[in-house]
T-cell receptor
Framework: DAKTTQPNSMESNEEEPVHLPCNHS???????IHWYRQLPSQGPEYVIH???SNVNNRMASLAIAEDRKSSTLILHRATLRDAAVYYC??????????FGQGTRLTINP | DAGITQSPRYKITETGRQVTLMCHQT?????MFWYRQDLGHGLRLIYY???????DKGEVPDGYVVSRSKTENFPLTLESATRSQTSVYFC??????????FGQGTRLTVV
């Protein structure tokens, strides 16, 4: 099964860090982990991806466990605009993104 | 403007009618995808294309037809619309594995 496991929902406060977990126990050694998010009434947007080591970009950081069976997306200072559904995704052949249910993140002012 | 554009943004059609959803990208990405999003099902892949004239089925292809005569266009046709095809449809393209760009979506209602 190429899908990943994430909590259905999480809640955090504005300007606090948010750690979004993902389990991907069936990942192979060459599978990258990708994160997307979907803001209300919009299409999904790419956030970050990684293979083995931690990754940072302007949007977020990605921490990948040493055994690669789990990862955590880190939003360092959440804003109200970060309220979205966050998807942790493995690629399934031919570059296909296979979406699970994702985590609905609520940010409280 | 560079990007991926879907049209129309909203469409209401009747059961049994044929309807085509358009998708256009300006980057010349090789891979393009069509997803549908329903409450309780998340995003499901309908069809994808690796290049012009190369298409393949995704998870839920029944009732849909695609074509890709030009790299930049990837239309999705519902041959005979049914109420179960009421959904939000997203088109995407990708320049490299895993980094896809999605359109704004087409909200289709079949009555």
């Amino acid at each position: 099964d190429a899908k990943t496991t994430q909590p259905n929902s999480m809640e955090s406060n504005e300007e606090e860090p948010v750690h979004l977990p993902c389990n991907h126990s069936t990942i192979s050694g060459t599978d990258y982990i990708h994160w997307y998010r979907q803001l209300p009434s919009q299409g999904p947007e790419y956030v970050i991806h990684g293979l083995t080591s931690n990754v940072n970009n302007r949007m977020a950081s990605l921490a990948i466990a040493e055994d690669r069976k789990s990862s955590t997306l880190i939003l360092h200072r959440a804003t109200l605009r970060d309220a979205a559904v966050y998807y942790c995704i493995k690629i399934q052949g031919a570059q296909k993104l296979v979406f699970g249910q994702g985590t609905r993140l609520t940010i409280n002012p | 403007d560079a990007g991926i554009t879907q049209s129309p943004r909203y469409k209401i059609t009747e059961t049994g009618r044929q309807v085509t959803l358009m998708c256009h990208q300006t980057w010349s990405h090789s891979y393009m995808f069509w997803y549908r999003q329903d409450l309780g099902h998340g995003l499901r892949l309908i069809y994808y294309s690796a290049a012009a004239d190369i298409t393949d089925k995704g998870e839920v292809p029944d009732g849909y037809v695609v074509s890709r005569s030009k790299t930049e266009n990837f239309p999705l046709t519902l041959e005979s619309a049914t109420r179960s095809q009421t959904s939000v449809y997203f088109c995407a393209s990708t320049p490299r594995v895993g980094e896809a760009f999605f359109g704004q979506g087409t909200r289709l209602t079949v009555v």
